[in-house]
């Protein structure tokens, strides 16, 4: 099962842009949580916004009321809209999944972890 992140590019400040993620090549069992990090070269990966399977969601403060993170986690799908775009927002966008891979895995509640390849989002005049 991969991961497949797309919707990143280039944009000036105050833009908008959709990213979307959604997993291939398999199935889940069940999903627990999905999210979206962003990572700078020369600094750590860091959490932007997370969605739960019962629909609560968090997110950063550095993106509270710009982005808003939705999908359909039954499903393995996730969205980040995110609107009034900084030149700090730019980075590598990373989704992210929390699962049980299989009912086997279910069973021995064995958590395993999903990420997609990144897409880069350039937020510049």
């Known amino acids: 099962v991969q991961l497949q992140a797309s919707g990143g590019g280039s944009v000036q400040p105050g833009g908008s842009l959709r990213l979307s993620c959604a997993a291939s090549?398999?199935?889940?069992?069940?999903?627990?949580?999905m999210s979206w990090y962003r990572q700078v070269p020369g600094r750590e990966r860091e959490l932007v916004a997370r969605m739960s399977s019962d629909g609560t969601t968090d997110s950063s403060d550095s993106v509270k009321g710009r982005f808003t993170i939705s999908g359909d986690i039954a499903n393995s799908m996730v969205y980040l809209q995110m609107n009034a775009l900084e030149p700090e927002d730019t980075a590598v966008y990373y989704c992210?999944?929390?699962?049980?891979?299989?009912?086997?895995?279910?069973?021995?509640?064995?958590?395993?972890?999903?990420w997609g390849q990144g897409t880069l989002v350039t937020v510049s005049s």
């Open positions: 992210h999944s929390q699962a049980y891979a299989s009912l086997y895995e279910y069973r021995r509640r064995r958590r395993q972890e999903f």
């Open positions: 090549g398999g199935s889940i069992y069940r999903t627990i949580t």
